[in-house]
């Protein structure tokens, strides 16, 4: 057995794959066997329709399995937004159908969510490597103003056609890359987590993850020049990080501060000058340097000269913590944000002391095995360069002055425990942004 299969063998969700050039033909065998005497309907939009989903009809027709009439977005600024979840699910609660969804991020999530409401599961083929959600577990939805990680299964099976994702714009593989590259630095975080006793590792989804996820990252120019084989690499590294967010049953070993200021842009509605948004991808590609380069800085520390009664000293009370977030995010779309994560994950003085004593006494050891997850900041910004992902905030939109403050607004709109954490906790963060931002 090869790694997929494995990881298939012992999947929640996801029960059949296929990756490979040409397997699209290989969709209606994989929907009849899953889903015996079901009728399928696909969700798409009209490029995704056209790359794959008006052939993926006709194979379907031919095969006996009598497809409805196919649901398209037409909407040219369609996300993962819940109107959308509602506009959906209105249409295809009525049918007795079972939804492929073809394309990718958004219309995948969209077709997920709808489908756990109605109490249906799903098939999706993707149509770009754009991101690891294929194969995860949740759906990433803005609702009410917040991005919110929705709980519902993922696809019964998916397929990779790399033949039709080779098709997909360049930026769509340059975005894959950097959410895939963003695993580097969320890895960290949860061995950070780890080592202070916050959150223990769950060692098989984050060696799903991790355990090839450098050798999926050695080939950006690759990737660029549009080879095959380094697609499919790609392709298989991120729907590993899928995987382990089904057996884990959240989003921890695929997202850590890099993530959060993705999640924090699309809460702002960040836009860039043409109105367009940046994909999910290139905002993480800016996220996984911010936190590449804090990890530097962390590195750059002497941590067993912590003045860790100075640090309690100075630690806010959660009321006052709350208050400040309050004025923080009160012109916001998401008010209560700040007071909802913060009061998940804070830290008694107690709680603080003995995180920042087991900082102090083990710093050698914990900075060793840090140093071996992250990449240095220098050759980081030179592969997403390579792939042709953004490496500077401008890129995307974001001023240096809006990436700084982002850094302390990321750190409380999700109550997992990152390098911004102990940042926080070690009154380091203001020092470390000031030496970022001056070089």
């Known amino acids: 057995m090869n790694r997929i299969e494995k990881i298939l063998a012992n999947a929640s969700d996801t029960k059949k794959l296929s990756i490979g050039r040409g397997v699209l033909s290989q969709t209606p065998e994989m929907f009849a ?11 798409a939009d009209p490029r995704t329709w056209s790359v794959a989903g008006e052939k993926l009809q006709s194979l379907l027709a031919d095969a006996g399995l009598d497809p409805m009439e196919p649901y398209l977005f037409t909407d040219p600024n369609l996300h993962a937004e819940w109107h959308f979840i509602e506009e959906l699910e209105e249409y295809l609660r009525e049918k007795d159908a079972i939804a492929i969804a073809v394309g990718s991020g958004t ?27 294929y194969t995860a577990y949740g759906a990433s939805i803005t609702r009410n103003g917040a991005k919110q990680t929705f709980s519902c299964r993922a696809p019964l099976g998916f397929v990779a056609d790399i033949d039709v994702m080779a098709t997909a714009p360049k930026e769509m593989t340059a975005s894959g890359y950097a959410d895939l590259f963003a695993k580097i630095p969320a890895g960290a975080d949860w061995i950070l987590a780890e080592e202070l006793g916050v959150e223990s590792i769950d060692s098989q989804s984050f060696n799903v993850v991790q355990g090839q996820l450098k050798t999926a990252l050695c080939s950006p120019q690759a990737l660029a020049d549009g080879n095959l084989e380094a697609l499919h690499a790609l392709v298989e590294g991120l729907l590993m990080s899928g995987f382990a967010m089904q057996i884990h049953q959240s989003s921890r070993p695929a997202s850590g501060a890099d993530h959060q200021f993705s999640h924090l842009w699309n809460m702002e509605h960040h836009e860039m ?37 100075a640090c309690v000293v100075a630690w806010p009370t959660l009321e006052a913590q709350v208050e400040m977030s309050r004025e923080m995010f009160k012109d916001t779309d998401f008010p209560t944000i700040g007071e909802t994560e913060l009061t998940a994950k804070y ?32 050759e980081v910004r030179q592969s997403l360069a390579l792939v042709g992902a953004p490496t500077e905030p401008e890129q995307i939109g974001i001023t240096k002055t809006r990436l700084r403050s982002s850094a302390i607004r990321a750190q409380q709109i999700r109550r997992r425990f990152t390098i911004l954490d102990v940042a926080v906790r070690t009154g380091l963060l203001d020092k470390w ?3 970022i931002f001056r070089s």
């Open 33 to 43: 066997g899953l889903f015996p005497g079901k009728r399928p309907i696909i969700v």
């Open 107 to 133: 219309i995948n999530d969209l077709t997920k969510l709808v489908s756990e409401h109605l109490g249906r599961r799903y098939m999706t083929v993707g149509t770009a490597v754009s991101m690891d959600g």
């Open 273 to 309: 000058a043409d109105g367009t948004v940046p994909s999910h991808g290139f905002q993480v590609s800016i996220g996984t340097l911010m936190s590449t380069a804090l990890y530097e800085q962390f590195f750059a520390e002497d941590f067993t000269g912590l003045d860790i009664d």
């Open 347 to 378: 830290s008694t003085s107690d709680e603080l002391r003995r995180q920042l004593s087991t900082l102090r006494d083990n710093w050698p050891r914990i900075q060793a095995r840090l140093r071996e997850q992250i990449l240095p900041l220098a």
């Open 433 to 435: 942004l000031d030496n």
